[in-house]
């Protein structure tokens, strides 16, 4: 059980704007994306819209990262697109510390919500959104439901 105390320490990381090859790199250190992923695929994402791409440090080991832009194109819900964080540091604040830098830049850009849509087989990341007070906004349903895209959306106001 003392091992558990140490594992859900937060620590600091950096957290800075980084480039799309850098967060194709942490994507396939993230064991939940099991598809093939095309770095073309990523970049034509949020290519001629306004967007983010960040990274999380721990010393100088590039961690997680989160990508958004604006899907909607309406300024008022800012879209995270793809989050992860590599398996072997989870549920140390990393994932938080991004999201805060997230939300300031999008506050800073004028949006009023951060928007996300994730699986239902995603867990981790669900209960994580829950706790920082992310709404169900629609169920996209599937064949298979654990497969499901639940959309959630929070106020940045």
């Known amino acids: ?19 799309i090859e850098e967060a194709f ?8 994306f099991d598809e093939l ?20 440090y721990l010393e100088d080991k590039l961690i997680g990262y989160i990508i958004g832009y604006d899907k909607h194109q309406d300024k008022e819900r800012f879209y995270i697109w793809m989050a992860g ?8 604040g990393a994932l938080r510390q991004m999201m805060n830098y997230v ?16 699986r239902n087989n995603r867990r981790e990341m669900l209960s994580f959104l829950c706790k920082n007070n992310f709404n169900f906004t629609s169920v996209e349903t599937r064949e298979d439901v654990r497969e499901n895209r639940i959309e959630l959306e ?3 106001l």
């Open 1 to 19: 059980m003392e091992n558990q105390k140490e594992y859900d320490e937060e620590f600091l990381v950096n957290v800075r704007e980084i480039t």
């Open 25 to 32: 790199e942490v994507h396939g250190r993230v064991l939940e």
């Open 37 to 56: 992923a095309v770095l073309d695929e990523f970049i034509e994402r949020y290519t001629g819209k306004t967007h983010v791409i960040i990274g999380a």
């Open 85 to 92: 964080v590599d398996n072997n540091y989870r549920r140390r």
């Open 103 to 118: 939300e300031s830049w999008a506050k800073e850009k004028g949006f009023t919500k951060l928007a996300i849509k994730t």
């Open 154 to 156: 929070r106020d940045i």
